[in-house]
């Protein structure tokens, strides 16, 4: 056992069982969990002992992401560009470790799964959901945009699919996620730890074992899937050529359904996040996992330095008057050279 005041490691039999534990932050990570989370990794992929890794969190969350108040809060520009150099620099490496990581890392991603929280768990190869699941990325309302690599596995979402998430921030219950591909398998809440136990008595844990075992405990008892009867809504409204032919179809669209909840979602985004978004989720689809990470890196260490992201923090989760000041203010007023120099080298 290796105890920390955040993060909780063990071994069971071959598997090693990581628990994010901040139950009243929702999980969200701190620069320490992070530097935490990517030793332990690094130590379990060469141990012999230690088949497979498995991922949890603690309370009524997997994990809500970053904790983007305490970098939101941050003194000025220049403190906050330096925090993000630091912290994005850790984590987007991370993501990439799990993404390509040697062994099979199973995502126990129960309860609210946000941001940073998908980082962590949609890179890996079994992502498991609850009927609790409640799963976004809900960026543009801060300012920001989906990164953690998010691009890359929104771009491999079914048809327009993950460009309505990315842009909206909508969130997506367990049978959402599975049938978008951003989760593999839906386990009962009530099963998890047994599944946990099936897990840890194994003699070895190799992929079709972890496969089976998880396939043992899937089930299909959860509300269902909103998003196969709108698919093909989604992929005509979020499929033009620029992004304000997606506006002005959802201003056409019924006003009484959920395309008006999108519109919402977009006008109460940051303009120059939404244009961010579009750029990377078009680009996202031709990518490797470590190209998108590198410009994700670039994009979200200015962005965390500008304007749009400290309102945003201010807006929602400061104040709470959910009334940001986005600089530009419209859409009209975002030009593509902004976001050109949001993906320009660094210094």
């Not at 409640?134 to 990164?147: K, R, S």
């Not at 669209?253 to 990377?280: I, K, N, Q």
């Not at 989720?281 to 990518?287: E, N, V």
Request: hydrophobic letters at 50%; charged letters at 20%.
């Amino acid at each position: 056992m290796m105890p920390t005041d955040d993060l909780l490691a063990d071994v069971r039999g071959r598997l090693g069982v990581i628990t994010l534990n901040r139950p009243k932050a929702l999980n969200a990570l701190t620069l320490a969990m992070v530097e935490q989370l990517a030793a332990i990794l690094t130590a379990w992929a060469a141990d012999p002992a230690i088949d497979a890794v498995l991922l949890q969190g603690t309370g009524r969350a997997f994990c809500a992401g970053a904790d983007v108040r305490a970098i939101g809060t941050l003194a000025g520009s220049a403190a906050r560009e330096q925090f993000g150099r630091v912290f994005f620099g850790i984590e987007y490496r991370l993501n990439q470790f799990i993404h390509r990581y040697p062994k099979p890392f199973i995502a126990v991603a129960s309860g609210i799964v946000l941001g940073g929280g998908m980082g962590l768990s949609v890179h890996g190869a079994f992502r498991i959901v609850t009927e609790t699941t409640q799963m976004a990325m809900p960026e543009t309302v801060l300012g920001l945009f989906p990164d953690v690599g998010a691009s890359w596995f929104l771009a491999r979402c079914p048809g327009r699919t993950g460009m309505f998430l990315g842009l909206t921030g909508a969130r997506l219950n367990a049978a959402d996620a599975v049938w978008s591909g951003l989760a593999t398998h839906l386990v009962a809440s009530e099963h998890i730890d047994a599944l946990i136990a099936a897990l840890s008595a194994q003699p070895a844990l190799t992929h079709s074992i972890v496969e089976a075992v998880i396939g043992g405990f899937t089930t299909n008892d959860a509300p269902a899937s909103t998003l196969p009867e709108r698919s093909g809504a989604i992929d005509r409204l979020f499929g033009g050529d620029q992004l304000e032919h997606v506006i002005t179809a959802l201003e056409n669209a019924p006003p009484d359904g959920w395309e008006a909840d999108a519109l919402a979602l977009l006008r109460r985004a940051s303009p120059l996040s939404l244009r961010a978004t579009w750029r990377r989720l078009r680009a996202a689809g031709g990518q490797t996992i470590e190209t998108v990470l590198a410009d994700d890196y670039r994009m979200a260490v200015r962005l965390v330095a500008g304007h749009d992201f400290a309102e945003g923090v201010r807006a929602i989760l400061i104040d709470k008057d959910n009334a940001p000041r986005w600089l530009p203010p419209t859409l009209a007023q975002v030009d593509e050279a902004q976001v050109d120099a949001l993906l320009a080298p660094l210094l």
